[in-house]
């Protein structure tokens, strides 16, 4: 099993969306290379991300940015939906420098590459959210307006093997 970290503006759509992605095995919602090590601390340069556990042997960095890019605008920068601000940067984080070339090399390939705005780094930190933060769109999908993730293609993947 290998680990990655997935940063696409607000973390409750993120990981409502991703944890539906074939390969997933568990998500955590968190704060990736801020300075603190607590979730009690003020903005300390953080991104919202979402801790990604998932089967090499189904899934990849390349096929989990794909599905990244499908729910994200990655032209902007520091916004995501009607979230602002630089703790809503995208981005993907990994201890694996295999992951982060992979994620180069998905970014290279694209046609766009020269205006993607999502930053590819080791991780250096990572604090995971509070209980409430975690799967909250699972426990209150009366929420959902609240993030900007497209509602039709998740429940695309909540109801197929897609």
Not at 64 to 73: P, T, V
Not at 86 to 110: F, N, P, W
Not at 118 to 123: D, G, M, S
């Amino acid at each position: 099993m290998e680990e990655v970290y997935l940063a696409g503006g607000c973390l409750w759509g993120v990981q409502e969306f991703i944890k539906y992605v074939p390969g997933v095995l568990s998500t955590e919602a968190g704060r990736a290379n801020g300075s603190s090590h607590s979730t009690e601390s003020d903005y300390d340069g953080y991104a919202e991300c979402v801790r990604i556990e998932f089967d090499p042997t189904i899934t990849s960095v390349e096929l989990l940015m794909g599905h990244l890019f499908e729910i994200i605008d990655p032209y902007s920068v520091n916004k995501q939906g009607q979230d602002i601000g630089e703790k809503y940067r995208t981005g993907i984080y990994s201890k694996d420098t295999c992951h982060l070339k992979s994620a180069q090399s998905y970014i290279h390939s694209r046609e766009d590459s020269a205006q993607i705005a999502l930053e590819i780094l080791p991780l250096t930190n990572f604090v995971p959210s509070d209980d409430i933060h975690q799967n909250h769109l699972s426990d209150y999908p009366n929420d959902h307006h609240l993030c900007h993730i497209p509602w039709a293609l998740l429940r695309k993947y909540k109801t197929s093997d897609s």
